[in-house]
């Protein structure tokens, strides 16, 4: 018996060793040493640097060091810890990468607690390691990692519950209240998360575990909650853009309550039909602005099919699988903003592997029914890799590829900036966390309106002190700033012109402004 456990634990290690050697060789190999051009992921640092610096959650690119709720605290303050040691971007990268990995390991043991084949663990696992759109996070710093962490420790957590012992004696139920808290606190589509968990205890009718659960979840939403009361920045800004009808045209107004829901399911089958196979078939490509395809929706039934039969495998817990795959899409199909497949990214492993599972049921059944000696092998599905590698070569090329012309004159401003002007320098931009990366000085953005009055007063209010006028490709540049530019030209004579394409640093004359607008 002792024998057959050491052979046991040597077979885990092995494997555990393997994954290991697959993350190595991916992350390495599609690693991005350059900030990412988004600009949430220098909104992260920024906040991150201001927790490390002692300044609180707050913004700290302009002289009042406002109170920040634009993102929830959870990943900045992860990001804090290394921020404290060092001002490189690459740790941070890497400590996403490393989320990602251990995330691989706790899929490894929860399905090995499925009573699966150690092999279909692995197998299982080390697939999420090679998700394109799974890689494309790991390498930047955004929370979809530790969000995914979180959220794949809670599931371990549950599973690591002993049902021989009342619920409040086991410290596997507590940790699990705390790791759900804590996702929500890294990214508000949590409340899916927290959601889940809720429609598990509810459908394995565990009253009880259910009302604590969501008590003890609601008690550690408080600090956050009363934090912002205190700081009057209110709760979220996700919540405001529900009923937009276009967050980057607020001109356009709110929508009816039968256009919201129609968005609503329109993005529902959206993620259906086109974000899912995208994101974890290989070669799915899919057109997002296109209509939805008869062959789209028989791919997307063939695939939920497998996903469902997966998630079936894993007993009570198809339960928590399947009320977090519901609940997240619902979450993202209430929002304005266009989303494809960047929004479920946390949601992939549960995803794909239910899909690896299903696949392998599936063919171990149709094994059998060959009347077959052999039974179907997990290692067979390793085929996946081969089928993976041309998305990672692209992964590869993309992340190894210069910033664009329109983005190195960005920046090359911005480094001007903070060569030649003091630091409390108020410059105005469509990025204005990019431009504070590489110009390290106080920054503000314009108002989207399409009033030039209302825009350049909003330039008097920020203090503004320089405007950039570049061309990184965001309408609202032409749809809002370049009129009011255009329309008075004695207020933003040209400081720096740089070419192909034009971009420009203009000085913005607010003495001039204020008495023309007085």
């Given at each position: 018996?002792?024998?057959?456990?050491?052979?046991?634990?040597?077979?885990?290690?092995?494997?555990?060793?393997?994954?290991?050697?697959?993350?190595?060789?991916?992350?390495?190999?599609?690693?991005?040493?350059?900030?990412?051009?988004?600009?949430?992921?220098?909104?992260?640092?920024?906040?991150?640097?201001?927790?490390?610096?002692?300044?609180?959650?707050?913004?700290?690119?302009?002289?009042?060091?406002?109170?920040?709720?634009?993102?929830?605290?959870?990943?900045?303050?992860?990001?804090?810890?290394?921020?404290?040691?060092?001002?490189?971007?690459?740790?941070?990268?890497?400590?996403?990468?490393?989320?990602?990995?251990?995330?691989?390991?706790?899929?490894?043991?929860?399905?090995?607690?499925?009573?699966?084949?150690?092999?279909?663990?692995?197998?299982?696992?080390?697939?999420?390691?090679?998700?394109?759109?799974?890689?494309?996070?790991?390498?930047?710093?955004?929370?979809?990692?530790?969000?995914?962490?979180?959220?794949?420790?809670?599931?371990?957590?549950?599973?690591?519950?002993?049902?021989?012992?009342?619920f409040w004696k086991d410290p596997?139920?507590?940790?699990?209240?705390?790791?759900?808290?804590?996702?929500?606190?890294?990214?508000?589509?949590?409340?899916?998360?927290?959601?889940?968990?809720?429609?598990?205890?509810?459908?394995?009718?565990?009253?009880?575990?259910?009302l604590a659960f969501a008590g003890?979840?609601?008690?550690?939403?408080?600090?956050?909650?009363?934090?912002?009361?205190?700081?009057?920045?209110?709760?979220?800004?996700?919540?405001?853009?529900?009923?937009?009808?276009?967050?980057?045209?607020?001109?356009?107004?709110?929508?009816?309550?039968?256009?919201?829901?129609?968005?609503?399911?329109?993005?529902?089958?959206?993620?259906?039909?086109?974000?899912?196979?995208?994101?974890?078939?290989?070669?799915?490509?899919?057109?997002?602005?296109?209509?939805?395809?008869?062959?789209?929706?028989?791919?997307?039934?063939?695939?939920?099919?497998?996903?469902?039969?997966?998630?079936?495998?894993?007993g009570k817990f198809k339960y928590?699988?399947?009320?977090?795959?519901?609940?997240?899409?619902?979450?993202?199909?209430?929002?304005?903003?266009?989303?494809?497949?960047?929004?479920?990214?946390?949601?992939?492993?549960?995803?794909?592997?239910?899909?690896?599972?299903?696949?392998?049921?599936?063919?171990?059944?149709?094994?059998?029914?060959?009347?077959?000696?052999?039974?179907?092998?997990?290692?067979?599905?390793?085929?996946?890799?081969?089928?993976?590698?041309?998305?990672?070569?692209?992964?590869?090329?993309?992340?190894?590829?210069?910033?664009?012309?329109?983005?190195?004159?960005?920046?090359?401003?911005?480094?001007?900036?903070?060569?030649?002007?003091?630091?409390?320098?108020?410059?105005?931009?469509?990025?204005?966390?990019?431009?504070?990366?590489?110009?390290?000085?106080?920054?503000?953005?314009?108002?989207?309106?399409?009033?030039?009055?209302?825009?350049?007063?909003?330039?008097?209010?920020?203090?503004?002190?320089?405007?950039?006028?570049?061309?990184?490709?965001?309408?609202?540049?032409?749809?809002?700033?370049?009129?009011?530019?255009?329309?008075?030209?004695?207020?933003?004579?040209?400081?720096?012109?740089?070419?192909?394409?034009?971009?420009?640093?203009?000085?913005?004359?607010?003495?001039?402004?204020?008495?023309?607008?007085?």
């Open positions: 018996m002792k024998e057959n456990q050491l052979t046991k634990n040597s077979r885990i290690f092995y494997y555990i060793i393997g994954l290991i050697v697959v993350f190595l060789i991916t992350f390495t190999y599609i690693f991005n040493k350059k900030l990412d051009l988004n600009g949430d992921n220098a909104e992260y640092y920024v906040l991150a640097t201001s927790i490390a610096g002692g300044h609180g959650y707050s913004d700290i690119t302009n002289e009042a060091h406002n109170p920040s709720n634009i993102f929830p605290p959870g990943y900045p303050l992860l990001m804090s810890v290394i921020r404290i040691v060092t001002d490189s971007i690459i740790p941070q990268k890497v400590l996403n990468g490393l989320f990602l990995l251990a995330s691989a390991f706790l899929f490894f043991f929860f399905i090995r607690k499925n009573k699966l084949p150690d092999s279909m663990a692995f197998v299982a696992s080390a697939i999420i390691l090679l998700n394109y759109q799974v890689l494309h996070f790991a390498t930047m710093m955004m929370s979809e990692m530790s969000f995914m962490f979180f959220t794949a420790l809670s599931l371990w957590l549950l599973s690591k519950m002993n049902e021989e012992k009342p596997y139920f507590y940790s699990a209240i705390v790791t759900v808290a804590y996702a929500y606190h890294i990214r508000t589509q949590g409340i899916a998360l927290a959601a889940a968990v809720i429609g598990y205890f509810l459908f394995t009718k565990r009253w009880k575990q259910l003890g979840f609601i008690i550690c939403l408080l600090p956050w909650m009363l934090r912002n009361k205190i700081a009057d920045v209110g709760q979220s800004r996700y919540v405001s853009m529900i009923a937009m009808s276009n967050p980057w045209r607020p001109e356009e107004g709110t929508l009816s309550l039968g256009e919201l829901l129609a968005r609503f399911f329109e993005t529902f089958k959206m993620l259906v039909t086109k974000a899912v196979p995208n994101s974890i078939l290989p070669y799915a490509s899919v057109d997002y602005n296109a209509a939805t395809t008869i062959g789209e929706w028989g791919i997307a039934i063939i695939l939920f099919a497998l996903i469902g039969i997966g998630m079936w495998r894993f928590l699988f399947l009320f977090y795959t519901i609940a997240t899409f619902s979450v993202i199909s209430l929002f304005s903003t266009p989303s494809e497949n960047r929004y479920i990214t946390p949601l992939l492993p549960f995803l794909e592997v239910s899909l690896l599972v299903g696949l392998y049921t599936v063919l171990s059944v149709g094994v059998r029914k060959m009347n077959s000696a052999t039974q179907f092998s997990p290692w067979i599905l390793l085929v996946v890799v081969f089928f993976s590698y041309p998305k990672l070569e692209q992964l590869h090329a993309q992340n190894n590829t210069p910033y664009p012309p329109n983005y190195q004159n960005y920046f090359t401003i911005a480094e001007e900036v903070h060569k030649q002007l003091p630091a409390n320098t108020v410059v105005c931009s469509r990025k204005p966390m990019l431009f504070y990366m590489f110009g390290k000085t106080a920054v503000s953005s314009y108002l989207w309106t399409e009033d030039d009055k209302a825009l350049i007063k909003g330039l008097i209010d920020s203090k503004t002190d320089y405007v950039v006028f570049e061309q990184l490709g965001y309408s609202s540049t032409a749809r809002y700033l370049y009129p009011a530019i255009q329309n008075n030209p004695e207020l933003f004579p040209i400081v720096m012109h740089l070419p192909n394409p034009d971009t420009y640093l203009l000085k913005f004359e607010r003495e001039k402004a204020i008495e023309k607008f007085r």
